[in-house]
């Protein structure tokens, strides 16, 4: 049961428009979402996160916005350059999943490509 | 060194041996997590450090998986008796706390022939 979805496996687009990141969730505990970068043969990298409380963070050219009622949050980049081109991996956590704390659940990523 | 470091960067073993990969996190984080990815899927969450509470080990996928740290440095991740399906990236990361942003280590790629 997949408590993180990222339907979309991957995504290209053209440079200096415009990328759209999508991520469902289940678990309407889940409080603190947060978006990882990873390129091949590297661990993730974070990027950008939200909290609960709020419906949208910015950073640059990358934006996450968090729909609640949806339980759906999106990471937009604008504009998006070839360098953007990794797995974007979507995660959530509650303060106590499963009785733990701290605990990430990631959905299984994002492809992007972007092209010159 | 300033970020997460893991050892060995490959490890390639036969089915029935034990493995141990190592992870030693940014200094002063008090929070460690074991995660795998195996080919085409998601992170898996493994095992949570945080201190020295008790670690949450609900993700260990059997009990051939184990893991230690001691206080808050190195921790090793113990695979016996490995199968074909442990094949993945074991990935290590660490945070100065509960719920902040995660630092990824490079991972160590496994394979079980």
């Known amino acids: 049961d997949q408590q993180v979805k990222q339907n979309s496996p991957s995504l290209s687009v053209q440079e200096g428009r415009i990328s759209i990141l999508n991520c469902d969730y289940t678990n309407s505990m889940f409080d603190y979402f947060l978006w990882y970068k990873k390129y091949p043969a590297e661990g993730p990298t974070f990027l950008i996160s939200?909290?609960?409380?709020?419906d949208k963070n910015e950073d640059g050219r990358f934006t996450v916005f968090l729909n609640k009622s949806a339980k759906h949050l999106s990471l937009h980049i604008v504009p998006s350059q070839p360098g953007d081109s990794a797995v974007y991996f979507c995660?959530?956590?509650?303060?106590?999943?499963?009785?733990?704390?701290?605990?990430?659940?990631f959905g299984k990523g994002t492809k992007l490509s972007v092209k010159p | 060194g300033a970020g997460v470091s893991q050892s060995p960067s490959n490890k390639v073993t036969e089915k029935g041996k034990d493995v141990e990969l190592r992870c030693d996190p940014i200094s002063g984080h008090t929070a460690l997590y074991w995660y795998r990815q195996r080919l085409g899927q998601g992170l898996e969450f493994l095992i949570y450090?945080?201190?020295?509470?008790?670690?949450?080990k609900s993700g260990l996928p059997s009990d051939r998986f184990s893991a230690e740290r001691t206080g808050e440095s190195v921790s090793t991740l113990t695979i016996q008796r490995t199968q074909q399906e442990d094949s993945a990236v074991y990935l290590c990361?660490?945070?100065?706390?509960?719920?902040?942003?995660?630092?990824f280590g490079s991972g160590t790629q496994l394979s079980v022939l």
């Open positions: 450090f945080q201190g020295n509470s008790a670690p949450d």
């Open positions: 990361a660490s945070s100065p706390r509960r719920n902040e942003k995660l630092f």
């Open positions: 995660a959530a956590s509650s303060p106590n999943y499963g009785g733990s704390q701290g605990n990430l659940i």
């Open positions: 939200i909290s609960s409380i709020k």
